[in-house]
């Protein structure tokens, strides 16, 4: 039992992988709790098993590709609405919980830094590709009062980016790679996905202190 194996939860899941795929997204963009269902790898190998000659070779059953591209980002959006309604509805009251293993006040604070430094819609849209942060980023939104409008219109927009990017990313790699030797090539095109997808994240933070003044000093007289 491996809950950030994403093969793990395919196979377990069985005739109704693509099904449970929707709900895991859903879960984890949307609960608190689901902080620890894997996302990006998830997403990375259900394309690579909507390829119906790599899932039998992995004993998994194939895969809807047209569902998951409708579905996914459904539930990937609807997830986030929920968490910002949430946020919206209940506050900060929403984390006043004690530190547990499923919940660590540090994730809502890095959440709150990632909408601080970014701003609103950056946040929302950066996040998606953020493991942990995506999670609490958007009942944080609700929590600083994000107005729902302006929510919904970023968070289809880095939704939809999110989840279709991944799941064709791995559909090609489905088709390109030999099915027998496709579980060593999942966790470094995981890997390799979210290094590029943290780029716009390095360049917002470069462009952020350099625009930050330099204190100079002044000469003082004698």
Known sequence: MNLLDPTWWLTLLGAFATVGVLAIIFAETGLLLGFFLPGDSLLVAA????????????????????????????????GAQLGHF??????????????SRLFKREHV?????????????????LARFVPIVRTFMN???GVLEMRPKRF???????????VES??????LLGHQVDPKRIDAYILPGV?????????????????KRRAVPVPTGTDTPL
Do not use: H, Y
Request: glycine share 10%; with cysteine.
């Open 47 to 78: 394309g690579i098993f909507s390829s119906s000659s790599v899932a039998q070779g992995m004993g998994v059953t194939p895969l809807s590709l047209p569902v998951l591209l409708i579905g996914t980002p459904l539930c990937a959006v609807a």
């Open 86 to 99: 949430l946020g919206a509805r209940f506050g900060r009251r929403l984390f006043d919980k004690p530190d």
């Open 109 to 125: 604070l890095r959440a709150e830094e990632f909408f601080e430094r970014f701003g609103p819609a950056k946040a929302v849209i």
């Open 139 to 141: 009942p944080v939104a």
């Open 152 to 162: 919904l219109l970023w968070n289809v927009v880095g939704g939809v980016v999110w």
């Open 166 to 171: 991944l799941i064709l990313v791995g559909n």
């Open 191 to 207: 890997f390799l996905i979210v290094l590029v997808s943290l780029i716009p994240i390095f360049v917002e933070v470069v462009k």
